[in-house]
């Protein structure tokens, strides 16, 4: 596609219930990233796969996050028994590498707010 | 965790002056990348300075990257109340393709 799409932009969920957020990057980019953003914050690394595996998974926070990339495209970033910490904007990023470096396009971001 | 640090945290300019912002990092790097968010949307790469290089123009934009003191700054010449928004230093850590993000500086230019 022409953009990095973020399905939903918007989530409200419980406390302890389970959410997936979906990117969908630019068609060709073979490295994805997830970052989450607080209010008033930068963005904060979580994950980035090359192409279908993950190469660093340093920034997931614990184990009720868990991402997925299984064709290499679409990917799914997934929360477990969902914390109010948890609540910020979901972003990712894929990324064509220009004069040796990852330059980064993000999405809209995914928006979750854990009541 | 962050790897950048910018500062100011926040600025506030009137159109016309230009406005200068500093980023700080932590660890020996490839490359270092500034990204503008406006409010509520995702982040646009604006430039890229390679670590070899000191300093780079694009448009309006001139940065600078001093790495023996680990730092960069970022200016934006003859500011625009467009020109509004946050603005991130990222730097990957050496020999990683991940982009750590700094804290941010907050620009608003009135008109």
């Known amino acids: 596609g022409a953009g990095v799409s973020q399905t939903p932009s918007n989530k409200v969920t419980e406390k302890g219930k389970y959410v997936e957020l979906r990117c969908d990057p630019i068609?060709?980019?073979?490295?994805l990233y997830w970052y989450r953003q607080s209010l008033g914050q930068g963005p904060e690394f979580l994950i980035y796969?090359?192409?279908?595996?993950?190469?660093?998974d340093s920034g997931l926070p614990n184990d009720r996050f868990f991402a997925v990339r299984p064709e290499g495209s679409v990917s799914t970033l997934k929360i477990q028994r969902t914390e109010r910490g948890d609540s910020a904007v979901y972003l990712c990023?894929?990324?064509?590498?220009?004069?040796?470096?990852?330059?980064?396009?993000f999405g809209a971001g995914s928006r979750l707010t854990v009541l | 965790s962050q790897q950048g640090e910018e500062d100011p945290q926040a600025l506030s300019i009137q159109e016309g002056e230009n406005a200068t912002m500093n980023c700080s990092y932590k660890?020996?790097?490839?490359?270092l990348q500034w990204y503008r968010q406006n409010s509520g949307r995702g982040l646009v790469h604006l430039i890229l300075?390679?670590?070899?290089?000191r300093e780079k123009h694009s448009g309006r934009l001139r940065v600078t990257l001093d790495t023996s003191k680990k730092s960069s700054s970022l200016l934006i010449t003859a500011s625009r109340a467009a020109d509004t928004a946050s603005y991130f230093c990222?730097?990957?850590?050496?020999?990683?393709?991940?982009?750590?993000f700094g804290t941010g500086t907050r620009l608003q230019v009135f008109p």
């Open positions: 990222a730097t990957p850590p050496y020999n990683t393709d991940k982009l750590i």
């Open positions: 990023a894929s990324s064509l590498v220009i004069s040796g470096a990852n330059v980064l396009t």
């Open positions: 068609s060709g980019h073979t490295a």
């Open positions: 300075i390679r670590s070899n290089e």
């Open positions: 796969f090359q192409g279908t595996g993950a190469a660093d």
């Open positions: 660890t020996s790097i490839n490359n």
